[in-house]
């Protein structure tokens, strides 16, 4: 059974720093690209990056470049996303998704965590 | 960017009623779009994907249709498991985009 655990967010002053982790598990972790997904409290879903099998590529949406590093530990089955100078708009619960296809190309998402809150405020 | 409009953002309905969403992309996305359903306080749920293939496990009241811009998801007849927000999503290109979602709520 394909699992994804997200940890590590919570309340943090504007401009500091967090880090999230999805732990997999239930699937071959190192053959697929991953994802971050985030919902503002009550507001639609949005994509925030994306890093391919291997980590040796990521794409990030133009609202966190720069500010947000994905990454990912193939030997531990985890994924990351250090979040770097935190904004108010920043304020989501974030979703890791796993990619449906193995095969390079078209993402969208089979399985999803259940979430980690990031509360940005003073 | 491909902007995706969704419509309507609520829609009410019964129990047995047949239900379409409309999803919009701002250029041609082919095939390449994904249907979730969320519920209150859960993570999003893949129903169908390239436009018209139904996720394993998915009832198959559920069926989606269209090409280039412009997107339909069905729902033949209503049940009450199906009240959730359905989100659109378009995997063309980056960044993904998605809809703005569609409440459908108990009439």
């Known amino acids: 059974e394909v699992q994804l655990l997200e940890s590590g967010g919570g309340l943090v002053q504007p401009g500091g720093s967090l880090r999230l982790s999805c732990a997999a598990s239930?699937?071959?972790?190192?053959?697929?690209?991953m994802n971050w997904v985030r919902q503002a409290p009550g507001k639609g879903l949005e994509w925030v990056s994306t890093i391919n099998d291997s980590g040796g590529s990521f794409t990030y949406a133009d609202s966190v470049r720069g500010r947000f590093t994905v990454s990912r530990d193939n030997s531990k089955n985890t994924l990351y996303l250090q979040m770097n100078s935190l904004r108010a708009e920043d304020t989501a619960v974030y979703y890791c998704?796993?990619?449906?296809?193995?095969?390079?190309?078209?993402?969208?998402?089979?399985?999803w965590g259940q979430g980690t809150l990031v509360t940005v405020s003073s | 960017d491909i902007q995706m409009t969704q419509s309507p953002s609520t829609l009410s309905a019964s129990v047995g009623d047949r239900v379409t969403i409309t999803c919009r992309a701002s250029?041609?996305?082919?095939?390449?779009l994904a249907w979730y359903q969320q519920k209150p306080g859960k993570a999003p749920k893949l129903l169908i994907y390239?436009?018209?293939s139904l996720e394993s496990g998915v009832p198959s009241r559920f069926s989606g249709s269209g090409s280039g811009t412009d997107f339909t998801l069905t729902i033949s007849s209503l049940q009450p498991d199906d009240f959730a927000t359905y989100y659109c999503q378009q995997y063309h290109s980056y960044p993904l985009t998605f809809g703005g979602g569609t409440k459908v709520e108990i009439k």
């Open positions: 250029q041609s996305i082919s095939s390449w």
């Open positions: 239930g699937f071959t972790f190192s053959s697929y690209a």
């Open positions: 998704a796993k990619k449906y296809f193995a095969a390079a190309g078209q993402n969208h998402f089979d399985y």
């Open positions: 390239k436009t018209s």
